[in-house]
């Protein structure tokens, strides 16, 4: 057997596998074992889990000698692959703990020099814990006397102590959804693998460097680094047991009507995976600011995140800059859960985007009136530095025009309302929204990298006219009239 390894910049990488898989687009699925030659896998796994560091390992499959597989994106897998047929794997546990079954202390010895010439022994060295230690070092030192020559050299020190040596029982467990699907069909089948291993490790601890035996007892027990290693290599996998799933569960076929379908199919699983983590978090968000229901964070893929806000249950308003160039953006709420939506329209000029969200948020209110005053209190929030869901404090320094930052000046038509401010902003708020207590008047956007404090939020009024003409049925009037 062979494996195929294709590292991601996430945690979680993982080898392809397989022998071979063959779908058929009938009413129930048909897997031939001796036909397919090539099939593409496509990794799918939450990507809040893999920022967490839920996922200790990565999953291994084996390939036999005459099949060939690629690692693709989701979207190539169901769009535009080599292969008719592709796997998508969807881990939500890849965990790694340890017992420790026995620790007991053996006895050894430590040679600390001679004495009138004893070593110096280090402060976190378990020698210092041997019997006698103090009294025999203090026996050993040179004693100085005046006018006489220097003390001979006598017999060896040598001292009894113990090490410890724990017997630990590594385990590394593994779950992951597998969809197989025939893309041209639209049809697949979910089935759900939970592979487990456990090995034991015998390590020592708190041995001491002066042990004589000290290389010895390390060449016959396990090391740390070595327990380190197993926690973190990839779990194996047993493709012929996952095939044989597949044909047990034929008759589970499902159909789906395009890629943002069968993403939602994924991502209910997700969701509850998500919830039960979160309910067992002892760090959980406090849940007393309702705002920050309503702030998602927005990860575009590129290795950059954005702020986003929701202003319908099922819509989010972020900036263009966040979201340029992708049809899909996958999304995280502040409880945790795991979202995603497409973007559905923007405005270059003023820096908004519209996204529509697969899962269901509280919408915010939006200030209206006229004046809105400058040294008034105002927080935003987002996720500056990667640092997620931070809220910030400062004042409304100035409301005032100013060119699109996207557009060259004077090429980007008529100039774009902002709310300026000193409420701390960097890159990763971009998006998220700028409260005056529980209403929102602006969306944090830009800041001037020549200068500290002063950074800008486009103005309620200019993402409130954008809104009531880009999706039917909204209609807020900025000045507060009905």
Known sequence: MRAIFSRFKSKFGFLLLGPVLLLVSTPSFAVDFTTLKHIV???ATSRTLLRSGEIDFSAAFALDDDMTADMVSFDEALDQSSSRYAIIIDVFEAKASRRVLDLKGVRSTVFLGFMGAPVSVASDDSARDAEGFSQALSRAAPQATYGATSQAVGQPIILSYDYDQASIQARRKLSAHLFLIDRVAKTYIRTTVDVAEDRRFEIAYRLSRYDPRREKIRQELDSEQELDNYERQELLIDLSDVLADFQAKAAETQPFKSALALRKSIRQGQTQVLANLEANRFDARPLNDPRFDSVVAIYTGKGTMGSGFYITPTVVMTNWHVVEGHRFV??????????????????????????KVDRRGRPVEFYTGRNLNPGSSVEAIGHPMRIEFSITRGIVSAIRKHYSINLPRGAGGEDVLFVQTDAAVNPGNSGGPLFLGN???GMNTWGRGDATSINFSVHYSELLNFINEHLPGFNVDPTGRS
Do not use: C, P, Q, W
Request: aromatic share 6%; no cysteine.
């Open 439 to 441: 209403r929102v008047i």
């Open 41 to 43: 896998v496509a990794e």
């Open 330 to 355: 996958e999304m995280k709420t502040y409880d945790g859960g795991e979202t995603f939506g497409t973007v559905l329209g923007h405005d270059a000029r003023l820096d908004i985007a519209l996204i």
